[in-house]
């Protein structure tokens, strides 16, 4: 988005509370408190505004929680230095977030200065700011190729890792991905810039992309795959690309032409998936409760490989 990535704060809260295990680079020396060394990355921290009694151990914390999830699902940490600035004010939890391409990576995020680990292991700002580093830098019209996925990337990326549950971000799609359809006047995803269609509208793209794929390929591959290839090939915030260039790679790697023939779908036409029929395909159902899955459902098995973890997936 010509150098910048601006995310609305506006979408719907994807909570988690599990515990958190982080993968460090194990190193002679300590790191620094403002420093995050991982095996493929190096994070500076760095507070600003009034953080008078913000626990900036709970706010490390937090970032390299973030950032084990977004290293694990796509392979590798998307780029080698990225700056994050804390930008301390009042209240609680996490408040906006926004991440930068100019001169390296950058991310900020607003942070309630009272935050205690409880607000910031429910936030999902700080994770969908970093997959924002995974995808380069395409036009503004495309702005939601770039939200879409960290939209519907983030929860999975956490589930993967057991910082959500499943039934959580299930719950959290039967709930909003209707958000992302075209209204009376939609012209694409190209064409319509509202907040719904580029957040939501992106997400479903995505979702659908990754659900066809596992379709056509027997469940061997999925849109991970895709995006994990993109990173390997250097494709990041820090670098601008064609959309086709960046597809065509995503696609080469599962055996496939879906994300391109996806995209010539959905860019210049209103395409309104059938959601209620997908979500019985997947075998999930939401509930006054939470979310209820049907273990035998047509799609059942690709919904289960969704989140889970690459290695731990069985073909």
Known sequence: MNALRRCVLLLAVFAGTASVAVAAEQSGAQPANNEIRLADATIDITFTGNAAGMDRNQVREWIAASAHAVQSYYGRFPVRHVRIRIEAGEGRGAQSGTTYAYNGALIRVGVGRYSDGADLKRDWIMTHEMVHLAMPEFPDKHAWLEEGLATYVEPVARVQVGQLT??????????????????????????????????????????????????????????????????????????????????????????????????????????????????????????????????????????????????????
């Open 166 to 315: 499943e039934e959580t971000i299930w719950r959290d799609m039967l709930r909003d991905m209707q958000k992302g359809l075209p209204a009376p006047g939609d012209q694409g995803l190209d064409n319509t810039h509202t907040w719904g269609r580029t957040y939501w509208g992106g997400a479903l793209f995505y979702l659908i992309a990754d659900v066809r794929i596992r379709e056509r390929t027997g469940n061997r591959f999925g849109l991970q795959d895709g995006l994990r290839a993109i990173v390997a090939q250097g494709g990041s915030v820090e670098v601008a690309w064609d959309v086709r260039r960046t597809l065509a790679i995503a696609d080469k790697a599962t055996g496939t032409n879906l994300l391109v023939e996806l995209y010539d779908e959905m860019r210049d036409a209103p395409v309104a998936p059938d959601l209620p029929a997908l979500w019985k395909r997947l075998g999930v159902k939401l509930t006054p409760d939470g979310a209820e899955f049907d273990d035998n459902a047509p799609l059942a098995g690709i919904r289960r490989a969704i989140t889970t973890p690459p290695a731990g997936r069985r073909h």
